[in-house]
């Protein structure tokens, strides 16, 4: 199982970025999605998770969506309205055959 993410860079204030999860190993339709992000200094905070109805933290609820695309093996994180505070590593993670599995993460830089 392997997950590699990608899109991170640095972005202004208000300004939106794509984050694209690839996965291989396993096939992701009918296994959970889910983002996570970190910043230094701190544990790893859950984002949102993609199992067909999608659940979102509330800090990022109404600014990010996810989008699965399980005939690429493929997940999405649009995040819009960005601040200064969504600043960290975005991983993704699935759990699959009872282990959670993460990516190595992307940085996110939101600073004007």
């Known amino acids: 199982v392997q997950l590699v993410e990608s899109g991170g860079g640095l972005v202004q204030p208000g300004g939106s970025l794509r984050l694209s999860c690839a996965a291989s190993?396993?096939?992701?339709?009918?296994?959970?999605l889910r983002w996570a992000r970190q910043v230094p200094g701190k544990g790893r905070e859950w984002v949102a998770t993609?199992?067909?109805?999608?659940i979102y933290a509330d800090f990022v609820k109404g600014r990010f969506t996810i989008f699965r695309d399980d005939r690429k093996n493929m997940m999405y994180l649009y995040m819009n309205s960005l601040s200064p505070e969504d600043t960290a590593v975005y991983y993704c993670?699935?759990?699959?055959?009872?282990?959670?599995?993460w990516g190595q993460g992307t940085q996110v830089t939101v600073s004007s």
């Open positions: 993670g699935t759990t699959y055959a009872g282990a959670d599995f």
């Open positions: 190993g396993f096939t992701t339709v009918n296994n959970i």
């Open positions: 993609g199992n067909g109805d999608n």
